[in-house]
């Protein structure tokens, strides 16, 4: 039922926002018994197929990537090595996004991007100069890196991915010295990306990754140990 829903909602051209008809209507038009066009409708609420508005009806939902998200984030959950493989995998997804799109940012960005990224870069510093965590500023620069290009899924696939990360890293427990090392690589890649430099801005976001790809390195080492250790 949920595809005959989906192909309903693709047939009729129906957008993000749009209102579907109520589960009556549905039932008829789709030949379908209430309670199976209701369970369809709790499923794909879930996926933001479907937007329920109690009291105002159902609507196409905005297509979010909140259930990738959520399924990332249980799966690195269920063990502390799943967690590190997962980080792993979600950090080497943003490099290539960020990476891949290098060219295309750099003629896109504007000075009230780069003045932007540089207050978020000062925020940061000073957060990790008191040993505190900068998660907010860090989501806002890499959003805020993709905006010019317009592109909404990039922009989605950048927040959900980074949305992992975020549950997943304080498990690394950086040190202030790492903390400080990852604000001085924000700031090479806007020092990079004001010289539409596409060469030395993908090698500013390599560097960017590196202190957290030292501390998976790590803990997955630690975590193989463990785990010989207990084997034998």
Same mark, same amino acid.
């Given at each position: 039922?949920?595809?005959?829903?989906?192909?309903?909602?693709?047939?009729?051209?129906?957008?993000?926002?749009?209102? #579907?008809?109520?589960?009556?209507?549905?039932?008829?038009? =789709?030949? %379908?018994? @209430?309670? /199976?066009?209701? *369970? +369809?409708?709790? $499923?794909?609420?879930?996926?933001?197929?479907?937007?329920?508005?109690?009291?105002?009806?159902?609507?196409?939902?905005?297509?979010?990537?909140?259930?990738?998200?959520?399924?990332?984030?249980?799966?690195?959950?269920?063990?502390?090595?799943?967690?590190?493989?997962?980080?792993?995998?979600?950090?080497?997804?943003?490099? #290539?996004?960020?990476?891949?799109?290098?060219?295309?940012? =750099?003629? %896109?960005? @504007?000075? /009230?991007?780069? *003045? +932007?990224?540089? $207050?978020?870069?000062?925020?940061?510093?000073?957060?990790?100069?008191?040993?505190?965590?900068?998660?907010?500023?860090?989501?806002?620069?890499?959003?805020?890196?993709?905006?010019?290009?317009?592109?909404?899924?990039?922009?989605?696939?950048?927040?959900?991915?980074?949305?992992?990360?975020?549950?997943?890293?304080?498990? #690394?427990?950086?040190?202030?010295?790492?903390?400080?090392?990852?604000?001085?690589?924000?700031?090479?890649?806007?020092? +990079?990306?004001?010289?539409?430099?596409?060469?030395?801005?993908?090698?500013?976001?390599?560097?960017?990754?590196?202190?957290?790809?030292?501390?998976?390195?790590?803990?997955?080492?630690?975590?193989?140990?463990?785990?010989?250790?207990?084997?034998?």
């Amino acid at each position: 039922m949920t595809e005959q829903i989906k192909a309903f909602i693709l047939q009729n051209h129906l957008k993000p926002g749009d209102p #579907l008809p109520t589960e009556t209507v549905l039932c008829e038009r =789709l030949g %379908a018994s @209430r309670s /199976s066009v209701r *369970e +369809a409708i709790k $499923t794909l609420s879930a996926l933001d197929i479907v937007e329920v508005r109690h009291g105002h009806g159902m609507y196409v939902g905005h297509l979010s990537l909140v259930a990738l998200v959520e399924s990332l984030a249980f799966r690195a959950q269920l063990s502390s090595h799943d967690d590190f493989a997962v980080l792993g995998e979600v950090i080497g997804i943003r490099q #290539l996004l960020e990476q891949g799109l290098a060219a295309s940012l =750099l003629a %896109a960005l @504007r000075d /009230s991007h780069f *003045e +932007a990224l540089t $207050t978020l870069v000062t925020e940061m510093r000073e957060l990790a100069d008191r040993g505190e965590s900068f998660v907010e500023q860090d989501r806002a620069f890499h959003l805020l890196l993709m905006e010019p290009l317009n592109l909404d899924l990039v922009q989605q696939l950048t927040g959900a991915f980074w949305d992992v990360h975020s549950m997943v890293a304080p498990l #690394l427990a950086p040190s202030t010295e790492e903390g400080r090392e990852t604000v001085e690589a924000h700031a090479a890649i806007v020092t +990079a990306a004001r010289r539409r430099d596409v060469p030395a801005f993908q090698a500013a976001i390599e560097a960017h990754y590196g202190p957290v790809r030292k501390q998976l390195a790590t803990r997955l080492s630690e975590h193989g140990r463990a785990t010989a250790d207990d084997g034998s």
